[in-house]
Structures are given as C-alpha cells and as structure tokens.
C-alpha cells in the first residue's frame, strides 16, 4: 500500500513538471516543423503515468548501488497509518470518478446507436477508396445521424467514422475522411481510451482533474492530423473545408461543436497555423532542439525523483521508532551465546519473507508466536557488523533478539521494549536473524536489521 501510494506521489510530481516544461518549449518555439516531435513527446508524456518509469528507474539505480532504495521502500508504523489513509482517500475518489464515466461511456453508446452504417452511396465509396490509398487495409464502416455535428472517429475496439446529415461535395469528403483516418493511425483513439482510465487512476492530478492533458492531446492531436492531410491536399481548401463543418456545427447547435470544431478559436488557430508561411528549419537546429528537450525532460524528472526519495527518506528517519527509541536511551546491551544444539525442540518459523541477496537493509515486520522461534531466511556475510534494530509490542515481554551463525550457534541480547544492537561477523557463511519468545503470549517486532 505504502509502495503503491509513493508510485502515485512520485508519477504525479514528474508528470507535472515535465508537462510544464513541454508547455513552455511548445509556446516559445511553436515551430511547424516541431508539431511531429512535440505531438510524440505528449504521448510519452500520457505513457509515463500508465508505466510509471520514473520510479522504475529510481529503484533501479538504487539497488545498483546496493542501497534498495535506503529507506524508500520501506515504512514505519506512521507512515503506514498515513498511506492507508491516503490510500482509502484515494479509493473513494477513483470509485467516485469512475461512476462519472460510466455515464460517459453510457452517453458513447447511446451516440452510437443514434447513427446508421450507410452502407451505399457515394461516401462510402470515396472513404473506401481514401481507406485504400492511404494503405488501411481494416475496414472502417461510415454511419450517418442527425446527432453528430461535426464528424469524427470513435471506438477503439470498432472504430467508425460518425457524420451527420450535412452534404459535402467529393474533394471536402476526401479531406475529412483522410483527417479521420489518420487519428486511426496515430493510434488516437486507443490514447483517449487510457486518458479515461488515467483520469480515474490519477482524479487527484490537476493534469487530469481538469482535463489540461486531455485538451493538450486534443490540440496537438488536430495539429498532427492537418499537417499529414496538408502533406497531399491544397491548404487553402482543407482551410476552407474546416471552416464550413465549424459554421455548420455553430448553427446547428448555437455555438462551436466539438471534435473538428471544438472552439471558436481553436478552428481559427488551426487555419491561421495552415495557412501561415513560416520557413522550414534545418535538419541540425531541429537535432539540437531535439536534445536539448530531451536532456531537460531527463533532468527535470531525475531531479524530481531524487527530490522525493530524498524527503521520504528524511521522513522515514523521523518516524522510525525503534531508532528514535533507541537514540532516546543508549544503554549497552549484554550480548549471550548459546550453542545450537539448545532449545532444538522448539518451533520454528519464517519471519520477514524472502530477502532479495542485493538488499542491504531488510524490513522485519511480524508477530511471534508464544513460545516459538520466528527467524528470517539466510543471507550470506563474511565480515563486518549485522545491526539489528526493531521496537517489541507488547513492552513487557522479554525477548532473545540476535542472530544465527552458519553453525548454528545463537548470539542474542534480552530486551522487553526495543533492540537496537551491531553483531559483530566472526564466522563466514549463512547468517540468519532470529527472534526466540519464551512467554505464553504473542509478542510483535516491527523494525529492520542492516546486512
């Protein structure tokens, strides 16, 4: 939960920031020749909340360096309390948001089911000849209904184009049917699809609470899609073209529709950026642009990753009580031996888990039987210090805290409360903490031992 909690907090961060930066590159340097690459920069962007390769990395380069993360994945009690209760928090919002879309979702089928497949006609025959040109080998039906305003392509699973009832001459049914079918090839749809879902994951996330991201991709989505049908047709008349499906949607509904003509201004902006003639940079300066974006996105989101593992850490040392405990009353505890042939009839059980043999710090968090031995699984040591600290509920109950050497001696210091103690390593081989509790109740330890 606390791990699931810290990927939603460290994506969240990265996203924003490195969405503010993309944000400023494409507003200071709106280059045409740019609308590719800042179009697939979004889409990394929208992928990077689905994958969460920030934090993947972060955990990545930690655990090269035999750190696992120092404490980053690992919690206190606290910050248990506190992230299940973020965790709730978050449960209620997702169910709360995923109520609201399945009334969308409601709306698309009913859309849906207001238009007919024109299977006939001169449309269908100009679409599947567009189809065929720009080599779809999919068929992607035509249907027809008063409902739609502006056309568009939808369904993901069985993508359609839906238009209304407005006559369009031969070469305009060309242009809107190659700028639909090339959001089908841009894979738009399936992007929109996990928008939606990211919109429930992340309700949370101004990006996606009030649908920035969404209108983003939405934008440079259209830009993508002029400029690929401005590649083959005349500007002037895809120009003309969306103005006509915009002033159609106005009077059909009393103001700008959506998809082709979303906004007033947005369908302005479109036209004025297709008919603008700005020149073409060089190949160098659009490279070197290039690198230079990718170089800041890489540092802002390391920058941000490193700043969150930094502050979670600082955060686990301030709430980690067996430390805090142990700083608070230092007392030297005597350290007691006992060979391995003692106590052999008592019950024996796994403590911890499995240990990854890379991780240098280990969360031991379980309950102790009474009478019983809880031990963890072996880790191999050759010299140095086994340090072993955790804090022991109830604090009553006295405990054997100590480790196991590779032949089975028992080294162990007695403590009712807490135990923060360095085992000396005098034998190479396969070590093992252990927890022996001679009371006739179950005691609990909460805590970690450094390899």
């Known amino acids: 939960m606390t791990k699931f909690i810290a990927v939603l907090f460290v994506t969240t961060v990265t996203g924003i920031l490195v969405d503010l930066l993309w944000s400023l590159f494409t507003r200071l340097f709106p280059w045409k020749d740019m609308t590719r690459y800042y179009y697939l920069c979004l889409k990394g962007i929208i992928l990077s909340f689905a994958v969460p390769v920030v934090f993947i990395g972060i955990v990545i380069s930690q655990r090269e360096e035999d750190l696992w993360l120092g404490t980053y994945l690992q919690s206190t009690r606290w910050i248990q309390s506190v992230s299940t209760g973020l965790f709730l928090i978050w ?20 859309f849906r089911r207001g238009h007919e497949e024109a299977m006939t006609g001169p449309e269908s025959e100009i679409l599947a000849e567009v189809r065929q040109k720009m080599g779809i080998l999919r068929k992607i039906p035509l249907y027809r209904g008063e409902i739609s305003l502006v056309p568009c392509v939808c369904g993901c699973i069985h993508p359609g184009i839906f238009m209304g009832m407005q006559e369009f001459g031969g070469e ?46 939405h934008r440079w989505s259209e830009y993508a899609c002029d400029d690929d049908v401005c590649l083959s047709e005349p500007g002037h008349a895809y120009s003309c073209c969306l103005l006509k499906v915009s002033l159609h949607a106005a009077d059909m509904a ?88 003692v106590n052999d009839d008592v019950t ?74 360095e085992f000396e390593v005098r034998k190479s081989g396969t070590h093992k903490v252990y927890f022996y509790n001679p009371n006739s109740v179950s005691v609990s330890v909460d805590g970690h031992y450094i390899k």
Not at 98 to 107: I, T
Not at 194 to 215: A, D, G, M
């Open 348 to 421: 024996v059980i796994e403590i911890g888990g499995g240990v990854d043999a890379r991780a240098t710090v280990v969360d031991i968090e379980g309950t102790v039987p009474a009478k019983t031995q809880a031990q963890t699984s072996g880790f191999s040591k050759s010299s140095g210090t086994i340090v072993v600290s955790v804090a022991m509920t109830p604090s009553d109950k006295d405990m054997q805290v100590g480790i196991m050497e590779p032949d089975g001696v028992k080294r162990y210091v007695l403590s009712d409360n807490y135990v923060n103690h």
């Open 172 to 217: 305009e049914l060309s242009m809107i049917f190659k700028h639909e079918l090339f959001h089908y090839l841009h894979r738009d749809l399936w992007y929109y699809a996990l928008l939606s879902v990211l919109e429930i994951v992340y309700w949370f996330c101004p990006l996606f609470s009030l649908n920035i991201l969404y209108n983003q991709y």
């Open 91 to 110: 449960m209620i919002g997702a169910v709360i948001q995923l109520l609201r879309k399945a009334g969308k979702w409601k709306d698309m089928i009913q």
């Open 254 to 341: 009393g103001e700008i529709g959506c998809g082709l003509a979303k906004k007033e201004n947005e369908v302005i902006r479109r036209v004025e950026r297709i008919r603008s003639k700005q020149k073409n940079h060089k190949k160098k300066w659009i490279v070197a642009w290039l690198t230079i974006m990718c170089l800041c996105f890489g540092s802002v989101a390391y920058g941000a990753g490193f700043g969150t593992t930094n502050g979670y850490e600082a955060l686990y040392e301030a709430t980690d009580v067996a430390n805090q405990v142990a700083g608070e009353n230092s007392q030297t505890l005597t350290e007691y031996e006992e060979a391995a042939d």
